[in-house]
Nanobody
Framework: QVRLVESGGGLVQAGGSLRLSCVAS??????MGWYRQAPGKQRELVAN???????NYADSVKGRFTISRDNAKKTVYLQMNSLKPEDTAVYYC???????????WGQGTQVSVSS
């Protein structure tokens, strides 16, 4: 059974930092990433990283967020620096099955940034 378990969300002041972690289990995964959904908005890609380490970032987080992964631990991280109130959202971990590319999602973790 595939599971993605996120941790690391919370409340932080603008300019602060948080680090999200997502531990995956139950399969082998290709690209892994983070999406977010703010109230009243569509879910959007924040960043993703291939199994080989190639990264992709949303323009709004470039230079502030860093995605990384540990394949041995099946864990993906999102280091978020210089947080802004507009980063407030539920952040979801996403992982694609290595063979089928089936989409798996975590339960989400709340990130709130106060001004």
């Amino acid at each position: 059974q595939v599971r993605l378990v996120e941790s690391g969300g919370g409340l932080v002041q603008a300019g602060g930092s948080l680090r999200l972690s997502c531990v995956a289990s139950g399969s082998i995964f290709g690209t892994m990433g983070w999406y977010r959904q703010a109230p009243g908005k569509q879910r959007e890609l924040v960043a993703n990283i291939s199994r080989g380490g190639s990264t992709n970032y949303a323009d709004s987080v470039k230079g502030r967020f860093t995605i990384s992964r540990d394949n041995a631990k099946k864990t993906v991280y999102l280091q978020m620096n210089s947080l802004k109130p507009e980063d407030t959202a539920v952040y979801y971990c996403n992982a694609l099955h290595f063979v089928s590319s089936y989409d798996y999602w975590g339960q989400g973790t709340q990130v709130s940034v106060s001004s």
